[in-house]
């Protein structure tokens, strides 16, 4: 298989630098890697493959012609530069929000819903980090017994948010002023319920894309996903407490082996043994992890679920580069 002609754009930050591990550890084939990021950036050096690769500006590596440009920059670069790199015939992943709900855009977790992407798509989105780990899980209970609805709570990571989130806490932690607090309220010892800003309707965004993306990656406007998230002062690792109403009768055993033969999914459900996901063992690995599996004590077809998995990772970037992976063994760039 022929390497590629790579570009990351965000190189630099958490999950850009997070892409450039998880490429290594699945060997994506890169023969040229075109590292891109903010002015102030672009001249470092970054390590990949054991090479030294330089920074460069977004519109060099636009000007270089990658095949494939996986962006990790924010919306805003999302929305400038990928509509630029797609008309150059470059396959733009993007790891932002920027395009996740527009219909000409397929959002993709290859595992559930890879066979949307098209041969003509040059613009494909990664779902937000809560949305991604949380379908892992659904899919396979979807197909076998049918959700009507769920009600999930999140306790998520700091990372979500950024260096200076980390900046913050560590902060915090060691008692030294915060000069440019990213939360409007301290997080060391402490959990905030808002994650992003709020709506009209009492919901925050982060709440919302929940709602909106799971129905776009599952293919059911009938999959009824509320949320409340809920920041909580951990360096790595989404957790997650799910609730399922079915339409169809399940078994707890049908429960744990269907999740346990999905791909990228771990069932850790030994509580007796105090066997369950946690974020500090979720961290720097790939795979969503499930467990504390349970029948809910009124509702028949009603199932509870433990949810974690590392958002640097599964989250962000190792799902951007399982697009890239998936596409090349399909013959994308043949």
Not at 25 to 35: I, K, M, Q, S, T
Not at 300 to 318: P, S
Request: proline fraction near 6%; include cysteine.
């Amino acid at each position: 298989m022929d390497g590629l002609k790579l570009a990351i754009i965000g190189a630099t930050g958490l999950v850009g630098r997070t892409m450039l591990e998880v490429m290594e550890e699945l060997a994506l084939p890169v023969d040229e890697l075109l590292p891109a990021g903010s002015a102030r950036s672009a001249g470092k050096e970054l390590e990949f493959q054991g090479r030294k690769w330089t920074v460069q500006t977004v519109e060099e590596v636009l000007a270089a012609r990658p095949q494939v440009a996986l962006f990790s920059a924010g919306g805003d670069v999302s929305k400038k530069w990928a509509p630029e790199f797609a008309k150059a015939g470059i396959t733009v992943i993007d790891n932002s929000s920027a395009w996740r709900m527009d219909p000409d855009c397929p959002l993709v977790v290859p595992e559930v819903n890879g066979d949307t992407i098209g041969p003509d798509d040059r613009i494909i989105a990664n779902p937000n980090c809560t949305t991604m780990q949380l379908v892992m899980a659904l899919k396979p209970l979807h197909d076998a017994f049918c959700i009507q609805r769920g009600v999930v709570s999140t306790y998520q990571s700091i990372t979500g948010t950024g260096k200076a989130a980390i900046v913050q806490l560590e902060s915090e932690r060691a008692g030294e002023p915060v000069e440019a607090p990213v939360y409007p309220h301290p997080i060391d010892l402490n959990c905030l319920p808002h994650c992003d800003v709020f709506g009209d309707n009492g919901y925050t965004r982060e709440e919302m894309k929940v709602w909106n993306e799971t129905k776009k990656i599952l293919g059911d406007e009938d999959v009824h996903m509320t949320c409340t998230a809920v920041r909580v002062p951990v360096m790595g690792g989404h957790s997650e407490s799910v609730y399922l109403e079915f339409e169809h009768p399940f078994e707890l055993h049908e429960v744990r082996q269907k999740l346990a033969d999905f791909p990228g999914v771990v069932v850790q459900d030994e509580p007796t043994h105090n066997r369950y996901p946690m974020p500090l063992t979720a961290v720097g690995k790939n795979e969503v992890f499930v467990g504390r599996i349970r029948r809910d004590l009124v509702n028949e077809r009603g199932l509870h679920l433990w949810v974690v998995a590392d958002n640097l990772r599964k989250g962000a970037a190792t799902n951007t580069v399982q697009i890239a992976q998936y596409l090349l063994e399909r013959g994308r760039w043949a």
